[in-house]
């Protein structure tokens, strides 16, 4: 199994970002996706999760109302779309792959990680 997540970059505050997990490896249809954040000094937090449908989404309250998650099935990719960025947002931004259908926020309950891409939100 793969994760590839791609999109980080600096953007001032007030900016947008979207970030995508392209994923290969596993049946993408059947599992459930997540983001989550770790900045420098702090544990990794959850951000958003969606179902394996795409019907169903779950996110932080930090994020709520900026963020918003995505998927789609016929690309095997799962999108963070990031909006009115802050400087706390901050973060190495890590997809998430569930081998199970529904949302959690609980990085123990994921069995497959990405990489991470670096967001870094300027004041």
């Known amino acids: 199994v793969q994760l590839q997540a791609s999109g980080g970059g600096l953007v001032q505050a007030g900016g947008s970002l979207r970030l995508s997990c392209a994923a290969s490896g596993l049946t993408f249809s059947s599992v459930a996706m997540g983001w989550f954040r770790q900045a420098p000094g702090k544990e990794r937090e959850f951000v958003a999760a969606?179902?394996?449908?795409?019907?169903?989404?779950f996110s932080a309250d930090s994020v709520k109302g900026r963020f918003t998650i995505s998927r789609d099935n016929a690309k095997n990719t799962v999108s963070l779309q990031m909006n009115s960025l802050k400087p706390d947002d901050t973060a190495v931004y890590y997809c998430a792959a569930r081998s199970l259908t529904g949302v959690t926020g609980r990085p123990s309950r994921y069995d497959y990680w990405g990489q991470g891409t670096l967001v870094t939100v300027s004041s």
């Open positions: 969606i179902n394996s449908s795409g019907g169903s989404t």
